[in-house]
């Protein structure tokens, strides 16, 4: 199969040397595909979707060398040209617009992951205090919470989904908060087990490793009772 594909690339190739020119036929050849792969991850779609986007950026092309410039009183325009222009065209706007692998999909799903790592973070502060028998903080004071991470961006979005209240100025977990924020630590403290007993780390070095891992939305009903360092396991 690679060597019959690469056969048919090579002739298409070199036939459409004389008809486009040698630059343009690596446009023709990649921007079709290049287009379906980033609307679809399935390679049966992928090949009608290029197929359909070579078609018509053929076509669109044509139309656009042919009948535009006669409106305006001028000779027709390279028509391989603007079947290229087209066709690269389709694959700027599908290199933007693709719903998974599109720029802005990208910006946005990055965008809503960092906000729920931040939420993650206060509210896993937040636990981290209540543990330490501080019951609420102060909202100028959530920064310290968590050096070098803003956490505090996060305070308005956890008092709108009423995992935090707040009390003249101070923060508190609710009871949603409360099994949120556990879930969180019982994922960093598993992994943290985890990392020390099965993956030989030292248990001083898995903290950062664990702060990481505790967004993985994963969290086995049994396990330990007990991180390394001896803090409880919320059950």
């Given at each position: 199969?690679?060597?019959?594909?690469?056969?048919?690339?090579?002739?298409?190739?070199?036939?459409?040397?004389?008809?486009?020119?040698?630059?343009?036929?690596?446009?023709?050849?990649?921007?079709?595909?290049?287009?379906?792969?980033?609307?679809?991850?399935?390679?049966?779609?992928?090949?009608?979707?290029?197929?359909?986007?070579?078609?018509?950026?053929?076509?669109?092309?044509?139309?656009?060398?042919?009948?535009?410039?006669?409106?305006?009183?001028?000779?027709?325009?390279?028509?391989?040209?603007?079947?290229?222009?087209?066709?690269?065209?389709?694959?700027t706007s599908a290199?933007?617009?693709?719903?998974?692998?599109?720029?802005?999909?990208?910006?946005?799903?990055?965008?809503?992951?960092?906000?729920?790592?931040?939420?993650?973070?206060?509210l896993a502060a937040?636990?981290?205090?209540?543990?330490?028998?501080?019951g609420s903080v102060?909202?100028?004071?959530?920064?310290?919470?968590?050096?070098?991470?803003?956490?505090?961006?996060?305070?308005?979005?956890?008092?709108?989904?009423?995992?935090?209240?707040?009390?003249?100025?101070?923060?508190?977990?609710?009871?949603?908060?409360?099994?949120?924020?556990?879930?969180?630590?019982?994922?960093?403290?598993?992994?943290?087990?985890?990392?020390?007993?099965?993956?030989?780390?030292?248990?001083?070095?898995?903290?950062?490793?664990?702060?990481?891992?505790?967004?993985?939305?994963?969290?086995?009903?049994?396990?330990?009772?007990?991180?390394?360092?001896?803090?409880?396991?919320?059950?």
């Open positions: 199969m690679h060597f019959a594909l690469m056969i048919v690339v090579a002739v298409a190739t070199v036939a459409s040397f004389e008809a486009v020119g040698s630059i343009l036929v690596i446009a023709m050849l990649i921007c079709p595909a290049a287009t379906a792969r980033l609307l679809t991850d399935r390679l049966s779609p992928q090949i009608m979707i290029s197929l359909a986007v070579a078609c018509c950026s053929t076509l669109a092309g044509y139309f656009v060398a042919s009948a535009v410039p006669a409106l305006f009183g001028v000779s027709s325009v390279s028509a391989a040209g603007s079947m290229t222009v087209a066709s690269g065209l389709v694959f290199l933007f617009m693709a719903p998974k692998h599109g720029v802005l999909a990208k910006f946005f799903a990055h965008r809503r992951l960092t906000r729920r790592v931040l939420l993650d973070d206060l937040l636990y981290r205090r209540r543990e330490e028998g501080g102060d909202r100028n004071d959530v920064p310290s919470l968590a050096p070098g991470r803003a956490i505090a961006s996060a305070v308005p979005e956890a008092l709108r989904a009423s995992l935090v209240v707040s009390s003249h100025g101070a923060l508190s977990l609710s009871d949603e908060g409360v099994r949120r924020a556990s879930e969180i630590i019982r994922r960093h403290r598993l992994w943290e087990h985890y990392l020390v007993e099965s993956a030989g780390m030292r248990s001083d070095h898995v903290h950062a490793a664990a702060e990481v891992l505790e967004h993985i939305g994963t969290s086995p009903p049994e396990g330990p009772t007990q991180d390394p360092h001896g803090r409880e396991i919320p059950r």
